[in-house]
């Protein structure tokens, strides 16, 4: 998929999160919408799946760490072709197999429930050893926040990543800068982000994660890496694609209302028309 084609797909998945969120009345935009682009590259690019058969043995595995932001998952999973686009208007309704956190056993698609911080990357980490056990060739990504980072769970993977050599795993942080209380240097600063996962003995890229050049650079790069984990530190924008919503820490964990839903839906529809004139 060329360039324009991606930001274009990008652009969908952004009004298929705000539509979700809106529609739950609940639910995680700002991180959502930050990672929007990693998950068009990820869904439409990288990863080696079939939606016509989810559960094939060797499809590469991807597990959202940072849970919350189911929102952007579905969306890209339901532009993908696992599940029609008008269900993502049930996010969080009482008996919606499209609950506020990934789902394993319900969600087509999804390869590990996930939600609570830190464990996703745990998951991730197993099943890349699996892989090396088993002699498979599949690859392993995960999608941690920066707010994440700050649980203790996510180095103890990443020391038994290293140690085992997984070069078959490619761990990306959302760094977005904001959690829920506000900047993460505010709350617990987790900086030097690279410099830490190059102590820990992993291959580290430095990127602009709303820049699909940078994004495919990077992924093409981890491609490349032997006898060691890739981490990915990706420079995003919180809320990107929705004026009110960008860089403001508010919009962390918020739906919007009607009036802000239908705000956000004309700057996505005038963003979608620019790209088509490119």
């Known amino acids: 998929m060329d360039k324009l084609k991606l930001m274009q797909t990008a652009n969908e998945i952004r009004k298929g999160i705000v539509t979700a969120v809106h529609s739950a009345k609940a639910g995680h935009p700002g991180g959502s919408l930050s990672s929007a682009d990693i998950f068009t590259y990820l869904y439409f690019e990288e990863l080696n799946i079939d939606p016509k058969d989810p559960k094939k043995p060797d499809r590469d595995r991807f597990v959202l760490s940072k849970g ?11 532009q993908r072709g696992y599940f029609p686009k008008e269900d993502l208007k049930t996010l969080r309704h009482t008996g919606s197999y499209l609950q506020g956190h990934p789902d394993m056993k319900h969600i087509p698609g999804v390869d590990m429930s996930s939600g609570s911080l830190g464990q996703g990357i745990s998951a991730a980490v197993g099943m890349a050893i699996a892989a090396k056990l088993r002699g498979d060739d599949y690859r392993v990504y995960t999608l941690l926040g920066d707010g994440e980072i700050q649980e203790g769970q996510v180095w103890e993977a990443s ?28 709350v617990n600063s987790p900086y030097p982000i690279d410099k830490k996962f190059e102590a820990f003995n992993f291959h580290v890229i430095n990127i602009d994660g709303n820049d699909f050049d940078q994004i495919d650079a990077a992924f093409k790069e981890a491609k ?55």
Request: glycine letters at 8%; aromatic letters at 4%; one cysteine or more.
């Open 68 to 78: 919350h932001t189911a929102p952007g998952l579905y969306s890209a999973l339901a």
């Open 159 to 186: 020391m038994l990543a290293a140690h085992r050599k997984l070069d078959n795993l490619v761990v990306i942080v959302d760094n977005n800068n904001l959690q829920i209380d506000g900047a993460i240097t505010d």
């Open 224 to 278: 490349t890496v032997k006898g060691q984990p890739t981490a990915i530190i990706a420079k995003t924008l919180k809320g990107k694609g929705v004026s009110y919503m960008e860089n403001q820490a508010g919009w962390h964990g918020k739906a919007p209302n009607d009036e802000e839903y239908e705000i956000a839906m004309k700057e996505l529809e005038k963003a979608g028309e620019a790209l088509c004139q490119m």
